[in-house]
């Protein structure tokens, strides 16, 4: 499912930050995944519908370098992956198996994934990194995945970081990491998100002439018309 193009460019100007304080006004406590920090500093906010793999334990019988051959490896789902998706993928907060290398990096860049998420670590780092492809993961590690981990499958319910993650929920990075939108409630949350980064604009913008806290974050009822009045002139 394409996300839809306008909701994509409102999510881009929105912090991640600022959508934890949404949707825990929605209710929601559990949607920034642990672990997964910008493998590159400088990387750009993205947003993009998930689309998930699933690890487990590495099992000898199964966890081999003859599974890459498998129609269900890594390698077959990453021919799955839309342009546009955010790539997520459960490796159990595994560090010492990296589930993904430079090749199969570049080949999700080709395909014009726009970001991979993980719990877990990435291996051939200087490669990963020449790719372009931006990620969030906790590192890198030498070993290959099957050193650790065995692949069981994408396109199903994942966890990752703690996070309940479902293919085509919506999913925004950036510097402050990965945090999830459940696809149902993401036109909410995307109008609340919008109108609490302009609002929190404000409050800077108020902070910065000398303006004291209290009664400003949160605005009482003067600090609220204050606002109002200065969103109305555009």
Do not use: H
């Not at 499912?1 to 949707?23: C, E, H, N, Q, R």
């Not at 570049?106 to 990620?135: C, F, K, N």
């Not at 309940?164 to 929920?169: G, H, K, M, N, T």
């Amino acid at each position: 499912m394409d996300l839809d193009p306008a909701i994509a460019k409102t999510l881009a100007g929105v912090s991640t930050a600022t959508l934890t304080t949404v949707l825990l006004k929605k209710g929601l406590r559990n949607v920034w995944i642990r672990r997964a920090k910008p493998l590159r500093p400088g990387q750009p906010r993205l947003v993009g519908r998930a689309f998930t793999l699933r690890f487990v334990p590495a099992r000898e019988d199964l966890a081999t370098p003859e599974s890459w051959s498998s129609p269900r490896s890594t390698r077959a789902a990453i021919e799955d992956m839309p342009a546009g998706c955010v790539t997520v993928v459960d490796a159990m907060g595994v560090t010492d198996a990296g589930i993904f290398g430079d090749i199969l990096c570049a080949r999700m860049a080709r395909r014009g994934v726009a970001a991979l998420v993980t719990d877990g670590v990435v291996r051939d780092v200087a490669g990963v990194l020449a790719t372009g492809l931006p990620v969030w993961c906790q590192g890198a590690a030498a070993p290959p995945s099957v050193g650790g981990l065995t692949f069981v499958d994408w396109q199903e319910p994942i966890a990752c970081g703690g996070v309940a993650v479902f293919p085509d929920d919506v999913v925004v990075v950036d510097e402050d990491g990965a945090v999830l939108i459940p696809r149902a409630m993401l036109d909410p949350v995307v109008g609340m998100a919008a109108e609490q980064e302009k609002l929190e604009t404000w409050i800077m913008s108020e902070v910065e002439k000398g303006a004291a806290l209290p009664g400003l974050y949160p605005p009482n009822e003067e600090a609220k018309a204050r606002y109002e009045a200065w969103s109305a002139k555009g």
